[in-house]
Nanobody, 116 residues
Framework: QVQLVESGGGLAQAGESLTLSCVPS????????MGWYRQAPGKERELVAS???????YYTDSARGRFTISRDNQMNTLDLRMNDLEPEDTGVYYC??????????WGQGTQVTVSS
């Protein structure tokens, strides 16, 4: 079992930036595809961005151009840099590992609230 601990959420105004970090309980290079998901109020959890074990990133349309996902083997973190935040980015952000497996690992989530 892998534990994932997120941090970095909080309050921001539209146009500001936040960086989310996720620290796994194991060495990050042992994990396959990882990702950040968002669950907005009243909506289902959805993928925001993902990154492979070799650093190939994927972004959904809402994140592309504003968000950057990265994984650092030395620091053992998965980060999500979010620029030019919009109120629509509000939600609970979850870190996930081995997202293509039958049983991915999930963090507890961190709240991001963006005001207009």
């Amino acid at each position: 079992q892998v534990q994932l601990v997120e941090s970095g959420g909080g309050l921001a105004q539209a146009g500001e930036s936040l960086t989310l970090s996720c620290v796994p309980s194991t060495r990050i290079f042992t994990l396959n595809q990882m990702g950040w998901y968002r669950q907005a109020p009243g909506k289902e959890r959805e993928l925001v961005a993902s990154i492979s074990s070799i650093g190939v990133a994927y972004y959904t349309d809402s994140a592309r151009g504003r968000f950057t996902i990265s994984r650092d083997n030395q620091m053992n973190t998965l980060d999500l840099r979010m620029n030019d935040l919009e109120p629509e980015d509000t939600g609970v952000y979850y870190c996930a590992a081995d997202i293509t497996s039958r049983r991915p690992f999930w963090g507890q989530g961190t709240q991001v609230t963006v005001s207009s």
